[in-house]
């Protein structure tokens, strides 16, 4: 006799403020300290645009997220990191600020969904597209969900070397 084989619960879904916390801990888990955002500024733009986070839980348990804000802006800029007062719920552009995926979770196509999931709604939406900056080895990750890199992003954040990309819709 054999066992039944069961799947976890995949549930998909916008944040919420009640999901603060277990989004600053993903963020921390996936991302070096100069890097991760923390709960303040995670508080601060689930007020200001939660529709704007697109979450994966299996079981129950947050493992994947795809976030950022709105602009008229054509480029990512550190600042809008902080400032939620840039976001502009109009905006032709949707900036992606983070796409993390548990470590013990990743090359199961989590993120891909989400992204999926966002670029999706924009279309919907009527958004021109959708920016993020990444690091060099994930220039080929995100070119196989459409974005094109622009070259050297003028961004300093955590000190690093940023790339941007858009993915036009």
């Keep these: 006799m054999r066992c039944p084989v069961t799947q976890p619960e995949m549930i998909i879904r916008n944040a919420t403020l009640a999901d603060c916390t277990a989004i600053t801990a993903l963020e921390a888990a996936c991302f070096p300290p100069a890097e991760a955002a923390p709960y303040d500024s995670f508080f601060a733009r689930l007020t200001a645009f939660p529709e704007r986070f697109w979450l994966l839980f299996l079981d129950g348990k947050l493992v994947s997220m795809v976030n950022g804000s709105l602009t008229d802006e054509r480029d990512l800029r550190d600042e809008m990191f902080h400032d939620t007062a840039l976001h502009d719920p109009a905006g ?31 279309r919907k939406e009527g958004r021109e597209g959708l920016v993020l900056t990444c690091k060099q080895a994930k220039l080929a990750y995100y070119g196989s969900h459409g974005f094109v890199s622009e070259g050297l992003s003028a961004s300093e954040h955590g000190g690093d070397v940023w790339y941007q990309m858009r993915r036009k819709i």
Excluded at 103 to 116: E, H, Q, S, T, V
């Design 92 to 122: 032709k552009w949707q900036m992606i600020f983070g796409v993390a995926t548990l470590p013990a979770y990743r090359c199961r196509g989590f993120a891909g969904k989400l992204l999926d999931i966002a670029i999706e709604q924009c």
